[in-house]
């Protein structure tokens, strides 16, 4: 498919596909004349990268995972990367959980501290 076309599945613009080739995310696609065709494996990268982003992963990373060997290396690279970010995030949520917990403890103790003083 055209570029134009690239666009329109992934949601991502002309502008940016063509970013991530000048950076090396994907491999220039084939060409038919002076049109880029982009192939279903292109479009699955092109995805990636675009959900890769809204979890805050930086180009660089990508490109560097990316840059792995074969595409069996690459796909295990990025697999244990997004493994990775994973466990992060889980760590977040318990870290936030445990200060949820804290805040209520506080809530209470503030509840319980008020109707003392109105007493």
């Not at 613009?13 to 004349?33: D, F, H, N």
């Not at 092109?46 to 979890?55: D, Y």
């Not at 930086?58 to 990316?66: C, G, Y």
């Not at 990367?81 to 466990?87: D, Q, S």
Request: charged share 25%; with cysteine; aromatic share 6%.
């Amino acid at each position: 498919m055209y570029i134009g076309q690239a666009a329109k599945q992934t949601g991502l613009s002309i502008k940016a596909i063509r970013l991530y080739e000048a950076w090396g995310l994907i491999e220039p696609p084939a060409r038919q004349g002076r049109y880029r065709i982009y192939s279903p494996a292109d479009i699955r990268l092109l995805l990636l990268i675009k959900e890769a982003k809204a979890l805050g992963i930086k180009l660089a990373q990508l490109r560097h995972l990316l840059e792995q060997g074969d595409k069996h290396a690459q796909s295990d690279a990025v697999q244990t990367f997004l493994l990775g970010i994973k466990a992060d995030f889980l760590r977040q949520i318990s870290e936030l959980e445990h200060k949820v917990t804290q805040l209520d403890a506080c809530i209470v103790g503030l509840a319980s501290c008020e109707s003392q003083l109105l007493s």
